[in-house]
């Protein structure tokens, strides 16, 4: 019978033998990730930047972002828009507690410094779309493992969605001058 020393022994003996190649495909997913998520929103440039009133920023301003905690984690595509605001598109997997299963969303948030202005200036109907969490403002769908491979075209409809939202609302600059 085995014990757990041998279990443990056994699994490091096999983990060993993989660990470079595990390693590996993670860091080959994440950039796939990364790269899917900095083109939806590279590709959508031009739109965020008019219903923001924003000038000069370039694609090339797109940064990657990813964070790791214990129950969540997000690789994402970042642009700071200003320093009040900063824009996210991406994929973030949250652990459920219950199950200890996490399932992956993507999602386009506008992090605000101040939210709560914003949040309070924007017509009820778009809370019902939009979600906030802290200073973040976002849309989120839920990423199925078959939509995973299609991330970028997802990203790019979340992102129209959320342009459209911002240009009924008069965007980021009306809330602006509202204040």
């Known amino acids: ?37 900095t083109a939806a929103l590279a590709s959508r440039l031009p739109e965020v930047k008019r219903i923001l009133g924003l000038k000069g920023l370039n694609p090339e301003d797109i940064k990657n972002h990813t964070l790791l905690e214990e129950d969540y984690a997000d690789l994402c595509a970042r642009l700071d828009l200003d320093s009040d605001h900063v824009l996210f598109a991406g994929l973030e997997w949250r652990l459920e507690a219950d199950t200890r299963k996490a399932h992956p969303w993507a999602f386009a948030d506008l992090w605000i410094r101040e939210s709560d202005k914003y949040w309070a200036k924007l017509p009820h109907r778009c809370h019902g779309y939009l979600q906030r969490y802290g200073n973040e403002i976002y849309l989120e769908d839920r990423c199925l493992p078959e939509e995973i491979g299609k991330l970028r075209a997802k990203l790019e409809r979340m992102l129209d969605r959320w342009c459209d939202i911002w240009r009924k609302t008069g965007g980021i600059t009306a809330s602006r001058k509202k204040a």
Do not use: C, H, N, P
Not at 30 to 37: G, R
């Open 1 to 37: 019978m085995a014990t757990r020393a041998d279990e443990i022994r056994k699994f490091l003996e096999r983990g060993s033998a993989s660990y470079f190649e595990a390693v590996g495909a993670v860091r080959e997913f994440q950039k796939e990730i990364l790269k899917q998520s």
